[in-house]
């Protein structure tokens, strides 16, 4: 089995907000280079504030890292700023689908592209792989993205980051508010970047099911601390984790 490198790892994180309010009591987490991760948990577990912590996001809602350390590809980042992160090649989706509302679909993917600073050749290049990702999206380049459906938002939203060629995706509840179809479209899509590109993902989910089914390795958070981690087809297979920790009772895993 390859060994492969740590990209980001979170060591004993906490964090407050307004220097009161605990958020993070605990987070540890190891993510590897070509490897998708979860970040599972109960809504209001501290998966938001966790991904915020890692991307340098925290300081804009009035919260601080008050312990622990978080490297990136070697480095402490505690102290980077979010742009800093973006063009290091850790770049975020954040939740609710996030988006220029009143720029066309195309506009909003070339906003992502300017963190590159690419050529027009280029940047037609990196459009041409979103499309052919997303083909949804070609069909919808010059629509306002503010009237397109929650699920071409939510594409656009992930093909705007992928326009600044991460080297880790991390994704907040990219399937909040969804079909299921649409859903696994976007996981099927993500789970292609991985395996043909080797896109290293972190993703934050609450809808376990989905989450478990296209990662490699899991992490539980409760009470904004790790619970649990360990690969994502043992925790799956795992009933206490479905009942305890992700919101599922026993009897609706039958």
Request: charged share 25%.
């Amino acid at each position: 089995m390859t060994i492969r490198e740590v990209l980001l790892s979170v060591d004993g994180v906490e964090a407050t907000y307004n220097h009161a309010i605990r958020a993070l009591s605990g987070v540890n987490l190891t993510v590897r280079t070509g490897e998708i991760v979860a970040l599972l948990g109960a809504n209001g577990a501290g998966k938001t504030t966790a991904l915020k912590a890692l991307c340098g996001l925290l300081a804009a809602e009035r919260g601080q890292i008050t312990a622990g350390r978080i490297r990136y590809d070697g480095e402490d980042i505690a102290q980077r700023s979010p742009a800093e992160l973006v063009r290091a090649g850790l770049v975020q989706v954040l939740e609710g689908r996030h988006c220029f509302r009143s720029l066309s679909v195309e506009d909003n993917l070339i906003v992502g592209g300017q963190a590159r600073g690419w050529s027009r050749a280029a940047l037609r290049r990196e459009l041409e792989r979103v499309y052919t990702l997303f083909p949804r999206l070609r069909d919808r380049r010059g629509s306002l993205a503010g009237l397109t459906s929650g699920g071409e938002q939510q594409m656009t939203a992930i093909g705007r980051a992928l326009m600044a060629r991460p080297r880790l995706l991390v994704l907040d509840e990219p399937s909040m508010g969804l079909a299921p179809l649409v859903v696994e479209s976007i996981f099927a899509a993500l789970t292609a970047l991985n395996r043909d590109e080797g896109l290293t993902l972190l993703v934050a989910e609450q809808n376990s099911t989905v989450a478990l089914r296209h990662a490699h390795r899991a992490a539980v958070l409760e009470n904004g601390r790790t619970v649990l981690d360990g690969a994502a087809d043992a925790l799956r297979d795992r009933d206490d984790i479905k009942a305890f920790y992700l919101g599922v009772g026993l009897g609706a895993a039958a």
